[in-house]
């Protein structure tokens, strides 16, 4: 059985929107599609124009600037420019231009309809990824990278908002029936009843809805993320790399099918991220496929450039400028250079005092935390109030506000339970400023040093986390912003207890292995294009020496008789 690859219905298979065609139908809309080819510095559409249709990105790239905001994106291969059409909208909301020689497919605003009523698995993609756009638009996420790109945004089904307030109207609705029970014994105190009971009412509704927006569920560019918040009392955030995908299922009950929500059950190499009760579960769940096989490809046109200043320094051309690889090297070795200096070696109050009461601090490209001020007052309040309390006797003792107790005796008891507290509250402080946790450009490390006593160490590398996520349960870990953040490594979990800020910490050790990555990518890169030259090069010199021995060959056949 012969096996063929059509490229225009490989090229359909890569974009998301279209996850949830068959082969046969990904044929026929290739069938229907127009080719356009633009040079650049050419525009497509100008903001303000008729929405005629949409456009897929062959090869290419093309420039997006919003109308009013300036906000500027890049589309490339596999890219939908031109959404409006499937948001039903008029005219266009922004201007795309060609940066590079394009050819784009076009699909006209009819026949988008004519998909859009014949299939519903592509009406219900296309509905949850509309849906995404308008959640992304109005929920702030300070804490995604530069880079990153949130493709898929979703949330619980509707009816667990209405379950969740139905609560506080049921619980006002019986604050109703107590206060008319009231009112035949005074009115005044069943109308203090009825108010309060309904501005309780209105703030535990106002709670359970705030805690519902604030459970939503990401697939980004770069990662899964499930992030949870219920005010006040907890805060978690648990997602995995695109990388460690395994597989995605769906799981479903007898009333999900009736009321239309299912889980979409995300499989790593640690385990299972879950987009639990969510609505349009099957189309998600292509979504997340469609994501992940398009993070594991790889853009030729960008790596064309590298490929031919490769080639040209092993011929031993001029290549003109410097590639994007070498100004990398270059600035890795710089770093290194300045990391290679000699530091001057801190005294015991340096050390002990420079960093007095940091939670977080960078030094030489390594990140320490530690926990809390809180978990430290925490720890010390028995020494601190002891403190007080043999210095308040030592004092009375001196100014003679007691004199039942022998004046001496008094005195030195006094004066050594101060020393005693000073130093358990100048132990406490030093276990506290020995507990650290650290990232460093390769790995985490967890380091657990007592006072006089014993050191354990825990690290691990970067490469091999599976997943991060991190969660803060109680009102004083809200109020304060610490928590816990856990880091999956294999079987085992190195978890950074009680620090501040856990979701900056979780965003940190993420930038850190999207950064190591890249740098092996980079290398695995350079190195492929190094091999692949090198076999050009070989191949010329192969080619110079057959043709100069044939030249020989002619030569002597020649010379001959």
């Given amino acids: ?25 990904l044929e026929r809309l290739g069938e229907s599609l127009v080719p ?92 949850v990824m509309l849906g995404s756009q308008e959640l992304i638009r109005r929920v702030p996420m300070p804490w995604l990278e530069p880079d990153e790109r949130v493709n898929v945004m979703t949330r619980k089904h509707p009816v667990f908002l209405l379950g969740k307030a139905l609560i506080p109207l049921l619980f006002f609705l019986g604050v109703i029936f107590t206060a008319n029970w009231l009112l035949a014994v005074s009115s005044i105190f069943a109308m203090i009843v009825l108010l309060s009971g309904f501005l309780l009412s209105l703030a535990w509704l106002a709670w359970n809805i705030n805690n519902w927006a604030n459970d939503f569920y990401l697939i980004t560019n770069k990662r899964m993320v499930w992030v949870e918040r219920v005010s006040g009392l907890y805060d978690s955030r648990q997602e995995a790399p695109l990388g460690t995908l395994l597989s995605v299922g769906i799981k479903t009950t007898q009333l999900g099918v009736f009321l239309g929500y299912s889980d979409v059950v995300v499989r790593t190499y640690i385990g299972d991220i879950r987009f639990e009760r969510v609505a349009h579960a099957r189309a998600i769940g292509k979504l997340v496929e469609a994501y992940w096989a398009r993070g594991k490809q790889v853009d030729l046109d960008l790596d064309a450039k590298e490929i031919r200043s490769a080639l040209r320094r092993k ?23 300045f990391k290679a200096e000699t530091p001057v070696e801190p005294s015991f109050f340096d050390w002990l005092f420079s960093d007095f009461f940091k939670v977080r601090f960078e030094a030489g490209g390594t990140i320490t935390y530690r926990k809390h001020w809180f978990v430290l007052l925490r720890n010390a309040i028995g020494a601190w109030l002891g403190l007080m309390l043999s210095a308040a006797f030592t004092v009375a003792l001196v100014t003679h506000y007691i004199t039942r107790i022998n004046y001496a005796m008094g005195f030195v008891l006094g004066v050594f339970l101060m020393i005693v507290f000073i130093l358990t509250l100048l132990y406490v402080y030093v276990d506290w400023h020995n507990d650290v946790f650290q990232l460093t450009p390769n790995q985490v490390v967890d380091i657990d040093r007592k006072p006089f006593g014993r050191e354990s160490k825990r690290s691990a590398s970067l490469d091999n986390i599976l997943s991060i996520e991190y969660e803060r349960r109680g009102l004083i870990p809200m109020l304060c912003n ?31 292995m999207g950064a190591r990555n890249e740098e092996k990518q980079q290398l695995l890169t350079s190195q492929e294009r190094e091999r692949v030259a090198q076999w050009f090069k070989i191949f010329q010199e192969e080619t110079q020496a057959q043709a100069a021995a044939t030249d020989t060959t002619h030569k002597l056949n020649s010379t001959l008789p």
């Fill in 482 to 512: 610490f928590g816990t953040v856990y880091i999956s490594v294999g079987n085992t979990q190195l978890t950074f207890n009680e620090v501040y800020q856990p979701s900056v910490v979780q965003q940190d050790i993420f930038a850190r």
């Fill in 1 to 25: 059985m012969t096996i063929t690859s059509n490229p225009l219905t490989d090229l359909l298979r890569e974009v998301p929107l279209f996850s949830s065609l068959t082969a046969q139908e």
């Fill in 315 to 337: 011929f031993g051309k001029d290549i003109g400028d410097v590639s994007t690889e070498e100004m990398r090297v270059e600035a890795r070795a710089t770093a290194e250079a």
């Fill in 36 to 127: 356009i080819e633009l040079e650049e510095g050419e525009w497509l559409y100008q903001a303000g124009e008729p929405t005629t249709g949409v456009y897929l990105v062959e090869s290419g790239s093309l420039a997006l600037v919003e109308k009013g905001s300036g906000q500027q994106s890049l589309c490339r291969r596999a890219a939908i420019v031109g959404n409006e059409a499937l948001r039903n909208l008029a005219t266009r909301e922004a201007t795309a231009t060609a940066q590079t020689s394009a050819r784009l497919l076009f699909l006209d605003n009819a026949q988008i309809r004519e998909l859009l009523l014949a299939n519903p698995r592509f009406r219900e993609t296309n509905q």
